[in-house]
Structure formats: C-alpha cells, structure tokens
C-alpha cells in the first residue's frame, strides 16, 4: 500500500461532512439561544429538570420518598454541573454533539434501506451515487428539522432519547443475524438505562424481540434463549 492510499484511508468522508455540517447548525442555534434570557430555564420541564439537578448538587442525592419524575436525566446535568460549573450551556454542547451523531446514523440507515435489492431495482437507486445523495439528504432534513434544532439545545433528555433509539434501530436493522449473547446484554441494559430518562424507548423492545425471532440463529439451538433471558434480564 503507498504513502497516498493511506492518507486517503484516514481522510474525511462524507458522513464526517455530514456530521460537521449539523453540528455546525447546532452550535450556531445554542450560540443564539445562550444570547438571550431563555437559556436559563424559567418554567415547565426545563424548570424541573434544573431545579432537580441543583437539590442534587446541594445533597438532596436520594430524597425521602419515590422519585415524582423519571430521574437519569436530572442526575445527568447535576454531574455537568459538578464537573464545569452551572451552564445549561454545557449540556446544550453535548447534546447538539448527540444530533449530530443522530444525522450520521439516519444516513447510514438510509444508505442501507436504499441498498436493498427491492428499491434498486429498476429505479434511480440502482446507481451507489444517488443512493448516497439520498441519504445524504435524509441527514441534512434533520439538519434542518425545527423541533430537532429546539430540543437539542435546551434542557430536555430529548436529544440523547433520539440519539440512542436511532442507534439501537439501526443496529438491528442492519444485522444479518439475531443479536448474540453479549450485544443482548448491552442492549438490555442501554434500553433499560435510557428507560430511566424517557419511557418511550421501550417501544423498540418488540422490534429487537422480533430479530431475535426473525433474523438468522447461531448454530447452538441454545443461543437464542439465552440471549432473549439476557436481554429481558
């Protein structure tokens, strides 16, 4: 291998672009929102998100009773807190890193859904660079999908919600086997951890059941039971 084909194996490619670009629209929407009176949390579940994470950092780790919200996030931002100070701007950094992110994965699962054998056939797809335009595409719209914008900025779990459901479906979507017994494991336990901030990523468990029932099997007849009881576990 020369000296060019390994400086092209470690340049940027496009969903690096990708990732820059709506990172970039991010910031500039934080950097706008950090200007202005409404990056400070005044009502509503911004409000409570804050005021949680500050009783933490004061002490009040526990309580005395059953948590009244769904407690990662809160513990999340107190840990920010602690770590750099008071700023919502902090987590609003991280968070439009996490969109970014999010844009990189759509396009990788456009790409794949374009690649199958069904939607190439005879249609403007069977060539590789419309199927890359497309999903190119696919991550520029979040790019510039307002309430994307809005809720990766502000002190919502949103953004790391959506990070993480889009993840977990395009690894499955992608996989040609059922998921084994250590990729069950982690994602059991990512599901149930992001569960702890935002319920609704328990609607994948019946996609993730159904590639434990659809997809391929290992060629241990076991396998399969043991990664469904490692998942539920």
């Not at 494991?185 to 468990?205: D, E, P």
Request: charged share 10%; hydrophobic share 55%; net charge positive.
């Amino acid at each position: 291998m020369n000296l060019l084909s390994r400086i092209r194996r470690f340049s940027p490619r496009l969903p690096h672009y990708l990732f820059v670009a709506v990172l970039v629209l991010r910031l500039v929407a934080l950097a706008r929102l950090s200007v202005s009176s409404l990056l400070l949390p005044a009502r509503g579940d911004m409000q409570f998100y804050n005021d949680w994470a500050q009783r933490i950092l004061q002490g009040e780790v526990t309580g005395h009773g059953a948590f009244y919200g769904l407690p990662l996030y809160p513990y999340l931002l107190a840990f920010l807190y602690w770590l750099f100070g008071y700023s919502p701007f902090v987590p609003g950094v991280l968070q439009a890193l996490l969109d970014a992110g999010t844009a990189v994965l759509i396009y990788q699962l456009s790409l794949h859904l374009f690649d199958s054998e069904l939607i190439r056939r005879n249609s403007i797809f069977a060539e590789a660079r419309f199927r890359k335009i497309f999903a190119a595409i696919s991550a520029l719209a979040w790019g510039l999908y307002v309430p994307a914008q809005a809720y990766s900025i502000v002190l919502m779990p949103t953004a790391w919600f959506v990070f993480v459901f889009w993840l977990i479906v395009s690894r499955i979507s992608k996989a040609e086997k059922a998921p084994g017994l250590i990729e069950s494991l982690a994602l059991g336990c990512l599901i149930g951890l992001t569960a702890m901030g935002v319920a609704t990523i328990l609607f994948l468990l019946p996609l993730i059941l159904a590639a434990f029932i659809l997809k391929p099997k290992a060629s241990n007849s076991r396998t399969p039971y043991l990664a469904v009881a490692l998942f539920v576990g």
